[in-house]
């Protein structure tokens, strides 16, 4: 089992910065991405940010130049990623989850897709 533990987040003024934090520990032998979700009520969940352990990273074309994912890193059997937000827009408003992919162990079937509790962030006008 996979567990992910989010921090961050919170009220903001537009035209601030938050910074994300998601840490995933457990039942972990590699982990293939790790990325940022965001979701507000009645739509979809939507990609923001993911970072692969190759290092390549992809966004949404609505936070490019103002979000910042890290790279990967690795503390024992903790892996660890950030969401740098930048100029902050009250549509960037939502709940943001934390999700981790990799393999538990050797098996292919040892695939898991993880996902954290989410942080409410919030962006005043």
């Known amino acids: 089992q996979v567990q992910l533990v989010e921090s961050g987040g919170g009220l903001v003024q537009a035209g601030g910065s938050l910074r994300l934090s998601c840490a995933a520990s457990?039942?972990?032998?590699?982990?293939?991405?790790m990325g940022w979700y965001r979701q507000v009520p009645g739509k979809q969940r939507e990609l923001v940010a993911v970072r692969t352990s190759g290092h390549s990273s992809d966004y949404a074309d609505s936070v490019k130049g103002r979000f910042t994912i890290s790279t990967i890193s690795r503390d024992n059997a903790k892996y660890t990623v950030s969401l740098q937000m930048n100029s902050l827009k009250p549509e960037d408003t939502a709940i943001y989850s934390c999700?981790?992919?990799?393999?538990?162990?050797?098996?292919?079937?040892?695939?898991?897709?993880?996902w954290g509790q989410g942080t409410q962030v919030t962006v005043g006008s």
């Open positions: 457990g039942s972990i032998f590699t982990i293939v991405a």
């Open positions: 999700n981790a992919r990799g393999y538990s162990d050797l098996s292919s079937s040892s695939v898991f897709d993880s």
